[in-house]
């Protein structure tokens, strides 16, 4: 579902220039001692804090809602069988029992038919055909139970810009991460320890779980100059009635509806109606807010600061104005806070 887009907007538009050395290698220790940019959109003011001073920026009946997505180590090294070379599949969406999107590697070898070992034989893919945006829908073939497999002989899937190992690959979930099935944690809800959130509901405000699986939208640049012109992956999501009716019961009361992370928008703005009534629903989502969107669930944003021209960074664009993210964006630069998924954070209120 893609919003009207403005056919005027292009995708230099979100250009910013990003010293390397900003991006952050390793995740803050402890989580919640990454910095903390917090905007005023009424008062167009920026302050520099730490995650742990959110609590200070929520009020006794907000609804704080995270997603509870699970990363699974979807990267799986093998090599294609007979001729044993090497080979790589990251799981993006399973589309069946033992059928899946992926990205692969080399992606001219393997081709509808082939098939791939992973772990000495214990685990075989079989590619099927193509899926949308270069990727294979692939069929696995094992002895057990997959989910075992996938633990024993997947890698978790570290965005291409990190380059160091992760020590901990724990660091890499949110600690309320719980439905398995991502291919990339929702990185903002990286900064919570369990005693923030323990503070944060003490204070009165309500933690409410949303899903959405982050899958190749994550991972796909855009290609066209006119963003009239992309097209949003799609991902699943769900929205439980008990969310959808403690979150409307939050706004209904004078509560603000504070969003963790960009899926956790995605996933409100596609259930919710011009109404502003947040529905109960499940299903796959390809929205692409941009400015000039409205949004009808969001009262505020805890969020990463994202890569250049990418639909993250339009996103945030679209809800705190285009100029003033890039102008918090440049703040950050000169202050040299850390970037993208182990970096600092962003409120905006």
Not at 13 to 29: C, K, S, V
Not at 333 to 340: A, E, K
């Amino acid at each position: 579902m893609n919003r009207e887009v403005n056919p005027l907007l292009q995708t230099s538009d979100f250009h910013y220039d990003l010293p390397p050395e900003l991006i952050a290698q390793i995740p803050a220790t402890p989580r919640d001692h990454s910095r903390l940019l917090v905007y005023d959109r009424a008062q167009k003011s920026i302050d520099h804090l730490h995650f742990y001073d959110l609590p200070r920026f929520l009020r006794p009946g907000d609804a704080l809602v995270v997603n509870e997505t699970k990363v699974i180590p979807a990267r799986l090294l093998g090599e294609k069988e007979e001729t044993h070379v090497p080979v790589e599949l990251l799981l993006l969406k399973r589309l069946e029992t033992d059928v899946w999107e992926a990205l692969v590697r080399p992606g001219r070898r393997l081709l509808p038919g082939v098939f791939c070992t992973f772990g000495e034989g214990l685990l075989r893919a079989e590619i099927l055909g193509p899926a949308p945006g270069g990727a294979r829908r692939v069929r696995f073939h094992y002895q057990g139970v997959f989910e075992e497999l996938l633990d024993r002989l997947g890698q978790m899937p570290l965005p291409p810009y990190i380059h160091e190992k992760l020590a901990d690959a724990s660091r890499y979930q949110t600690v309320y991460a719980k439905a398995e099935g991502s291919a990339a944690a929702p990185t903002a809800g990286l900064h919570f320890t369990p005693e923030l959130l323990e503070k944060i509901e003490a204070m009165g405000v309500d933690l409410i779980p949303v899903l959405l699986h982050v899958g190749l939208g994550t991972f796909r640049p855009v290609k066209v100059q006119n963003l009239s012109e992309h097209h949003m992956h799609t991902e699943q999501y769900e929205v439980t009635q008990k969310a959808a009716q403690a979150i409307n019961g939050a706004r209904a009361r004078g509560g603000r509806c504070v969003c963790v992370g960009t899926t956790t928008v995605r996933t409100l703005e596609t259930v919710t109606g011009e109404d502003g009534i947040i529905r109960s629903q499940s299903g796959d989502t390809g929205i692409f807010l941009t400015p000039g969107s409205t949004f009808h669930a969001t009262d505020a944003l805890i969020t990463n600061f994202h890569l250049p021209e990418s639909t993250l960074l339009m996103l945030v664009s679209a809800f705190m104005g285009r100029e003033e993210a890039l102008r918090c964006y440049e703040e950050a630069v000169r202050l040299r806070y850390r970037f993208f998924s182990f970096g600092d954070a962003m409120l905006i209120l």
